[in-house]
């Protein structure tokens, strides 16, 4: 009977239960994030505005909701991989995580105020003011990264 009670307390207090990585979550969050990766590098080379408009017209007629869907689908794909199921949702993976969201929004919209409307960069030149969207939205991935954080 001491060997049960024994048993059972010592899983208590032998820290958190150990989380088993999902495979199917982090696969889809990995294909989230290349999808949406993928979306946008194929409405900016073949279906954008400065394309002549005769490849892939229903991606055209969209237009600026192209974005939202590609960095939409980026930032569920990464919002859904801080679960602890995923490997960037536990141990360092969410420092990691945390860290690069916060460094990318940063970078991003720094980047567009250095280029300004000067350089023609291709996914900047396109949204203009909606670099700061984008860029804070990486930072709000940040913070969901940052409420896992032990």
Known sequence: MSDSRTSRSSSRLGGPPAVRTSVVRTGVCALLVLVGIAWLVVYVVAAGPDSTGTKLTWMGDLAKWNYLIGFGLIFV??????????????????????LGCFLLGLIWIVVY?????????PLLTDLSQYN??????FMAVGFV???HWE
């Open 77 to 98: 794909g990464l919002g859904l991989a801080a679960h602890p199921s995923t490997p960037l949702g536990r141990g360092r993976g969410v420092v990691v995580g945390m």
């Open 113 to 121: 105020y250095v280029t300004g409307q000067t350089v023609t960069v």
């Open 132 to 137: 700061l969207v984008v860029g804070i939205g």
């Open 145 to 147: 990264y940052a409420t």
